[in-house]
């Protein structure tokens, strides 16, 4: 028995050693192919330029206009027209589908008012709309605002804004940037990196990866199981705070300064006389997890709720897409999101489309769906 392990040993060890060899063959061969390639979220180049979105699980072109907005360009408003301006972060820029994917750009080719089609514009991924609205308003000439809120990042990303208000606001035009890496100056303020700073350059070094490992672990998140446990041991998604029952400091002031923001948004809407909407997205744990948060800690329901009582408060229609995903299969939803990634895949888009259309046609009956 001795003598045929110590045949047996020499054999494992040489398949081990032949399996790592090609392993290494492979990962070179993929780092030779894709080593290069920039981070997911990139500095735009400039307004009327094209570049490449990229990561592991989608790689899309993105065009900006003149105005370095992802949208045709802008043209003289033709009388009859009504504008819709969509303000949001990255899921209104798009960020995972190519242009014509985009949920905006579906709602133009369902939608009517007035027997007419909408122009839908996308002011997606650009935060300042946020502190600017009656600029985006005069500059775009919206008819309309629609503002899309993601409970998984929008709250956190209030930490890093410089503390600003529509009325005093002293940044770039609104539309400057969108999905520009983020730095702290000096004095706490946020600012854009540039994209050949050693920060960046930094960034590259840390976001190389071991692609075999990558092909391996995307494998074994497709397994529900695996995936839960990784859930419960606090290994994947994260944001989870925003859903606790009772707010620790940090996300109370968040929420109040979300709220502050959106009411400034609302009362520079309504002093224009544009109708405004507001439809909420929810994060993967709110649709995908929530069966496994404890109850007694977690409501993962909490800031959507917040949310939409605040909005009815002030008579914004407002759609809350957990409420639709809660109706519908865990399958069909997991398929409105990437497997690793936070973003809409196209299916997620296509719907968001329908489900808007509906919305906005349900609240106000000079809408028509064609």
């Known amino acids: 028995m001795k003598h045929k392990k110590n045949k047996l040993l020499p054999k494992i060890a040489l398949a081990v050693f032949a399996t790592l060899i090609c392993l290494i063959i492979v990962e070179i061969f993929l780092q030779l192919i894709y080593g290069n390639r920039k981070p997911a979220y990139t500095v735009s180049p400039g307004g009327g330029k094209t570049y490449e979105i ?14 370095n907005i992802r949208d045709h360009e802008i043209k003289e408003k033709q009388p009859g027209e009504y504008r819709i301006l969509f303000a949001g972060d990255s899921f209104t820029f798009g960020v ?118 990558q092909i391996l672990w995307r494998n074994l998140i497709k397994i529900e199981a695996f995936d839960n446990l990784l859930f419960k041991k606090d290994l994947r998604y994260g944001g989870r705070p925003i859903l606790l029952k009772e707010y620790p400091k940090l996300e109370q002031s968040l929420v109040e300064r979300e709220l502050e923001i959106l009411t400034h948004m609302h009362d520079a809407a309504k002093a224009k006389d544009v109708d405004f909407y507001v439809f909420i997205v929810p994060f993967k744990v709110q649709c995908l997890k929530a069966k496994l948060l404890d109850s007694r800690k977690y409501d993962y329901k909490k800031p959507n709720r917040i949310l939409r009582e605040f909005f009815a408060k ?54 028509k769906l064609k």
Not at 321 to 345: A, C, G, I, N
């Open 54 to 67: 990229i990561n592991e699980e989608f790689v899309h072109t993105v065009r900006t206009n003149s105005l």
């Open 314 to 367: 002030r008579g914004v229609p407002c759609l809350d897409f957990l409420e639709l995903y809660d109706q519908m299969e865990h399958r069909r939803v997991k398929s409105f999101y990437y497997l690793k990634d936070m973003h809409w895949t196209s299916e997620g888009h296509k719907h968001a489309a329908k489900a808007i259309s509906k919305f906005l046609a349900d609240n106000d009956n000079q809408f």
């Open 96 to 213: 995972g589908v190519e242009f014509d994917e985009i949920f905006h750009t579906q709602i133009e080719e369902t939608l009517l008012r007035n027997e007419k089609p909408v122009n839908a514009i996308n002011l997606g991924g650009k935060r300042d709309v946020f502190w600017e609205t009656t600029k985006a308003i005069n500059e775009m000439k919206g008819d309309a605002m629609v503002v899309q809120i993601f409970i998984g990042n929008d709250f956190y990303d209030l930490q890093t804004e410089t503390d600003r208000t529509f009325e005093n606001s002293k940044s770039p035009p609104i539309l400057a940037d969108p999905l520009s890496p983020i730095a702290k100056t000096p004095t706490g303020h946020a600012q854009p990196v540039a994209s050949n700073s050693k920060a960046e350059k930094r960034a590259r070094i840390r976001q190389r990866k071991i692609y075999t490992l």
